[in-house]
């Protein structure tokens, strides 16, 4: 009886494409395209799991409180480096997702498809999985990120031939080279746009004597920073807490501190590129001298990380169009054809 009341609360639902991100949540529908984008923030009254404003103060409406609240609410981020950390906040902010893309209905039932990023374990999935399942998902699907990546921006990943993204989210750097619907060879790693901000946080605090918080530091990434040299240097005017005063004061940030700042989590993430490479195997290889490389998430947007790239690589990397969109954007297509990939998927028994 379940079985049948959830198959037809899901005739009235949107099934739903989820790219559960550690700085953001992106939410595509088949035939819609992407319908909901926001931060994956969540504000509770301090020392509960009480989301406030009944339930509604999850992305934007939090976003705009981290780092500003009283002593009574607190801003929480429930995903760190990629995976769960807070496994009640996740199934909140799920929750309230997924009834805003329903109009705020509260009875429906959406089958779901989750991009995750590909190192995590078993554990760490099936926390996925329950937790959509407790936020109303009627059944929930899982796609390594690297593959909604390739199936998002129409790499050829289910043809005998190599294909490569390296997709640069909030929390993690997901690098695979993709053949026949499988991953061949792949790194994940936990250094993403949230080390790129801390990298500018203590740059700021050793240059300046200033100390700013995580959204001005992603400002700065986002305004003036780069990872190769730009052909006209930029600068940037800052607001922060002084250091020896404790008095606010403003300093002027160049993009040569900030590029010498990113330098070391870009080389991690450049090291990682060239260790997958290495270890794929030569036939393939031969396919991405001419393939190159996908960039995609929201570190692809740093400046001319795609000439740093290639520069380490010797291989043509490009920016996909609109990267921040396209793990979302795979998700969605996937949903259209369940049936023929769902040899690529994961999932439990439905509800």
Same mark, same amino acid.
């Given at each position: 009886?379940?079985?049948?009341?959830?198959?037809?609360?899901?005739?009235?639902?949107?099934?739903?494409?989820?790219?559960?991100?550690?700085?953001?949540?992106?939410?595509?529908?088949?035939?819609?395209?992407?319908?909901?984008?926001?931060?994956?923030?969540?504000?509770?009254?301090?020392?509960?799991?009480?989301?406030?404003?009944?339930?509604?103060?999850?992305?934007?409406?939090?976003?705009?409180?981290?780092?500003?609240?009283? #002593?009574?609410?607190? =801003?929480?981020?429930?995903?760190?480096?990629?995976?769960? &950390? %807070?496994?009640?906040? !996740? $199934?909140?902010? @799920?929750?309230?997702?997924?009834?805003?893309?329903?109009?705020?209905?509260?009875?429906?039932?959406?089958?779901?498809?989750?991009?995750?990023?590909?190192?995590?374990?078993?554990?760490?999935?099936?926390?996925?999985?329950?937790?959509?399942?407790?936020?109303?998902?009627?059944?929930?699907?899982?796609?390594?990120?690297?593959?909604?990546?390739?199936?998002?921006?129409?790499?050829?990943?289910?043809?005998?031939?190599?294909?490569?993204?390296?997709?640069?989210?909030?929390?993690?750097?997901?690098?695979?080279?993709?053949?026949?619907?499988?991953?061949?060879?792949?790194?994940?790693?936990?250094?993403?746009?949230?080390?790129?901000?801390?990298?500018?946080?203590?740059?700021?605090?050793?240059?300046?004597?200033?100390?700013? #918080?995580?959204?001005? =530091?992603?400002?700065?990434?986002?305004?003036?920073?780069? &990872? %190769?040299?730009?052909? !006209? $240097?930029?600068? @940037?005017?800052?607001?922060?807490?002084?250091?020896?005063?404790?008095?606010?004061?403003?300093?002027?940030?160049?993009?040569?501190?900030?590029?010498?700042?990113?330098?070391?989590?870009?080389?991690?993430?450049?090291?990682?590129?060239?260790?997958?490479?290495?270890?794929?195997?030569?036939?393939?290889?031969?396919?991405?001298?001419?393939?190159?490389?996908?960039?995609?998430?929201?570190?692809?947007?740093?400046?001319?990380?795609?000439?740093?790239?290639?520069?380490?690589?010797?291989?043509?990397?490009?920016?996909?169009?609109?990267?921040?969109?396209?793990?979302?954007?795979?998700?969605?297509?996937?949903?259209?054809?369940?049936?023929?990939?769902?040899?690529?998927?994961?999932?439990?028994?439905?509800?």
């Amino acid at each position: 009886m379940p079985s049948f009341f959830n198959s037809l609360l899901g005739m009235f639902s949107y099934d739903m494409g989820i790219d559960l991100g550690t700085a953001n949540t992106l939410v595509a529908v088949s035939g819609k395209g992407i319908v909901l984008s926001e931060p994956s923030v969540v504000a509770v009254k301090k020392g509960t799991n009480q989301v406030l404003l009944n339930g509604d103060a999850v992305g934007l409406a939090a976003k705009a409180m981290l780092g500003k609240t009283p #002593g009574g609410i607190s =801003a929480i981020r429930p995903l760190k480096d990629g995976v769960i &950390a %807070d496994f009640e906040i !996740t $199934e909140a902010m @799920l929750s309230y997702f997924i009834r805003k893309v329903h109009n705020r209905k509260r009875m429906i039932k959406p089958r779901i498809v989750i991009a995750v990023p590909s190192g995590i374990t078993q554990v760490e999935k099936r926390a996925v999985i329950s937790s959509a399942q407790r936020a109303g998902a009627r059944q929930t699907f899982l796609i390594e990120e690297p593959m909604a990546a390739g199936i998002g921006v129409g790499l050829p990943i289910e043809e005998p031939k190599g294909s490569m993204t390296v997709d640069i989210g909030g929390g993690t750097a997901e690098i695979a080279v993709m053949s026949l619907a499988g991953i061949v060879e792949a790194r994940s790693l936990r250094i993403a746009g949230d080390e790129f901000d801390e990298a500018i946080i203590q740059s700021v605090k050793a240059h300046h004597n200033l100390l700013i #918080g995580p959204q001005t =530091a992603e400002q700065i990434k986002m305004k003036i920073g780069s &990872a %190769d040299e730009l052909e !006209t $240097e930029l600068q @940037l005017e800052v607001s922060g807490r002084d250091m020896g005063c404790g008095m606010p004061r403003r300093a002027v940030v160049t993009s040569q501190e900030v590029r010498e700042a990113l330098n070391e989590p870009i080389s991690e993430i450049l090291g990682a590129i060239k260790s997958t490479l290495e270890m794929t195997p030569p036939e393939l290889a031969s396919d991405l001298v001419h393939q190159g490389i996908v960039l995609c998430g929201g570190g692809a947007l740093l400046r001319n990380l795609d000439r740093a790239i290639s520069k380490a690589v010797d291989l043509p990397v490009r920016v996909a169009d609109d990267p921040m969109t396209a793990v979302a954007r795979g998700t969605a297509m996937v949903l259209e054809r369940l049936d023929l990939l769902s040899q690529i998927l994961e999932t439990e028994e439905p509800n």
